[in-house]
């Protein structure tokens, strides 16, 4: 389907008005426009879609709890409850975002993943730069895993195996976390920076790996061998799924999959810095609108990328993007 079909047979959706901010320390309804971007100057959220950010301190200059963060490279918004991972470890809010509370992972936070049904499974998983770490208190303390010594860049977790990749592969745990397996044959050696698993992945096993400048990679037996899957010789730092479509960003621009990386169309070909992260804030409700961080500010698509316009945040570095999804979203 071309872009125009795309943005045709996608509806376009009817935008919440927004509602009174709760004040900090409250845990009051949270606007449904408030979108979250990582950077590494700290946090900055919007209230409004994106249309104009702040810095996530109060206005008298607190951060309420944010202090030490640093850069910020994942935010993961559960209604009410919200976690980031920052250089300083593991932040975790129960109010929309407006306190928070640290806990110590003794290496920077990469990416935070809770599980699937977070207010009855307190499991909770955070990516650092010297290894994999699982919380069994809903985030407060972290431990080790088998997966020390090594960078961790990603984790998914569609259930009941947890899919994580690194700097040294990509591994597989069919008992949350407890043993891992590593791929087997086909998966070049290098930095895994980018994972995309399916949707359905207990009966349908397929996964697309970004490693190092090797490009996408594709496995159909649950991460045990692995075949090219286009975008050689680009470094992959995210991909992400919108329906049939597989999506892929590089430092040449954002790019899109119809046929699950036999072909790639190149979306974005002007923007002013090389992008980052992609967001899809209206998932899995149709909505063909894309976030897109770059190294240079964010920049938004109302069409599924047939055109662009600046975000906002000129000049800082988009590690992460976040928004609050429906619970479906999180359910996969």
Request: aromatic content about 10%.
């Amino acid at each position: 389907m071309a872009l125009a079909g795309l943005a045709a047979a996608l509806p376009a959706q009817e935008r919440p008005q927004p509602t009174p901010t709760p004040a900090p320390g409250s845990a009051g309804v949270v606007t449904s426009l408030t979108v979250f971007a990582g950077t590494t100057e700290g946090l900055y959220r919007s209230r409004d879609w994106g249309s104009t950010w702040q810095a996530a301190v109060g206005s008298n200059g607190k951060t309420y709890g944010l202090d030490g963060v640093g850069a910020v490279r994942d935010v993961v918004p559960l209604g009410p409850l919200v976690f980031l991972g920052g250089n300083g470890g593991v932040y975790l809010s129960d109010d929309f975002g407006e306190t928070w509370r640290r806990a110590e992972t003794g290496a920077p936070v990469v990416r935070v993943m809770p599980s699937r049904f977070p207010f009855s499974d307190l499991t909770v998983f955070a990516a650092t730069t010297s290894g994999l770490l699982k919380s069994t208190d809903g985030g407060r303390t972290f431990g080790p895993t088998p997966l020390a010594r090594m960078s961790v860049s990603r984790i998914e977790w569609p259930g009941p195996a947890l899919v994580v990749a690194t700097s040294r592969g990509v591994f597989v745990s069919s008992d949350a976390g407890t043993t891992f397996t590593a791929s087997e044959a086909g998966l070049p050696e290098g930095d895994v920076r980018a994972l995309a698993v399916s949707s359905y992945f207990a009966s349908d096993p397929v996964m697309f790996a970004g490693v190092g400048a090797s490009g996408v990679h594709r496995s159909s037996d649950g991460g045990k061998t692995w075949t090219k899957a286009g975008l050689q010789g680009q470094n992959v730092t995210d991909l992400a799924w919108l329906g049939p479509f597989l999506y892929a960003v590089s430092e040449s621009g954002l790019y899109r999959s119809e046929d699950l990386g036999r072909n790639w169309e190149q979306l974005t070909k002007k923007l002013a810095a090389p992008p980052t992260r992609v967001l899809f804030p209206l998932m899995p409700d149709s909505g063909s609108e894309i976030f897109l961080g770059t190294v240079g500010g964010m920049y938004r698509s109302p069409d599924g990328g047939l055109n662009w316009t600046p975000g906002g945040l000129d000049g800082l570095a988009v590690l992460c993007l976040g928004t609050f999804p429906a619970p479906e979203a999180r359910k996969r």
